[in-house]
């Protein structure tokens, strides 16, 4: 080999040398984060270190889904037609009635100090001895007129499983209610909530009819939801819209978890006797209340003392 072929390869070894050491570790995109760390003696800065993707379920995937409630809302026409108070109306008589009715119950319910208020005193219960008294209608008219109130806030549950009435009466439409949340794992109190175009009022469907409704009522799962209603809003009183005592068993077992109770008492119709039997299964409740429903005018009441309901919500279907 002549002095220039030597000359040649010892040139072209020495520059692949410097190509070799020109390719470091981690520059080049082949090394990991390791190696580049080993070969150039220090540590990449944060903001160059590749993140792995997490292996573990992210907040999103891990969180429950949102449940929101629905809004209705209801013809105020509808409503005048029914008999039932709508706000801002003008003044009546009924109105002045109703307003009468609900102090001492929210008297009871929110008195000035705990010594004052009636234990569990936010549920409450109308009812009445017998069908076709106007215990519904006395129901939304309370509720309305307590929907007025500043600070109050007023949940119906129609608790009338076998016979509701409140989805005809306030002109709505609705499936799932009280009864698919206690039978239904997956469903809950959002998930039945209506919440109506009235300030202050929503609304809890009695839900779809149950073969073992009184059963379900009497069940540790009616106890947790009313624990849930009871608790969860300070400012709100409950009514339940409950069945006839005398017609079906599930108002006597729905009173047991109730603070007041008012029963509905149809005027120079409904016997003492009957009055007397449906007071029977009252007993477990410390403040049961009643009213007179659809009296006449009394003499010298001037505009006001006139009747509460003026109809009933169709023909009975409770037994024979």
């Not at 993707?53 to 907040?59: L, N």
């Not at 108002?251 to 149809?266: D, F, N, S, Y």
Request: with cysteine.
């Amino acid at each position: 080999m002549s002095i220039i072929e030597k000359a040649l390869d010892k040139s072209r070894a020495h520059k692949g040398q410097q190509e070799d050491e020109a390719e470091v570790p981690g520059q080049t995109g082949e090394a990991t984060g390791a190696e580049a760390r080993s070969a150039l003696g220090t540590d990449p800065t944060p903001a160059t270190r590749s993140a792995e993707p997490p292996t573990s379920p992210t907040v999103a995937e891990t969180a429950p889904p949102v449940r929101h409630s629905q809004k209705v809302n209801m013809d105020f026409a509808w409503l005048r037609k029914q008999g039932i108070i709508v706000p801002h109306d003008e003044r009546t008589g009924l109105t002045e009635e109703f307003r009468i009715m609900k102090r001492p119950i929210l008297d009871n319910a929110f008195g000035r100090n705990s010594a004052m208020r009636v234990p569990n005193g936010r549920l409450v219960m109308i009812t009445s001895s017998m069908p076709g008294e106007g215990k519904t209608f006395c129901t939304l008219n309370l509720a309305l007129s307590m929907a007025l109130e500043v600070d109050r806030t007023v949940l119906v549950v129609d608790a009338d499983v076998a016979r509701p009435a409140i989805p005809h009466a306030l002109g709505i439409d609705c499936d799932r209610g009280l009864m698919d949340v206690l039978t239904e794992p997956d469903i809950d109190i959002p998930d039945v909530l209506l919440r109506t175009n009235i300030p202050n009022l929503s609304v809890i469907p009695a839900g779809r009819p149950h073969g073992r409704s009184t059963e379900v009522l009497a069940s540790q799962a009616m106890v947790q939801l009313l624990h849930d209603l009871n608790t969860r809003y300070e400012d709100r009183i409950i009514l339940f819209d409950s069945p006839p005592l005398l017609a079906t068993s599930e108002p006597g077992v729905l009173a047991t978890h109730m603070g007041q109770i008012i029963m509905v008492v149809e005027a120079e119709r409904t016997p003492r006797s009957s009055v007397e039997r449906a007071m029977e299964q009252l007993q477990s409740c410390d403040v049961v209340l009643t009213t007179l429903n659809k009296s006449t005018r009394l003499p010298g009441m001037g505009g006001y003392g006139g009747y509460y309901a003026r109809g009933s919500y169709g023909s009975s279907t409770y037994g024979q």
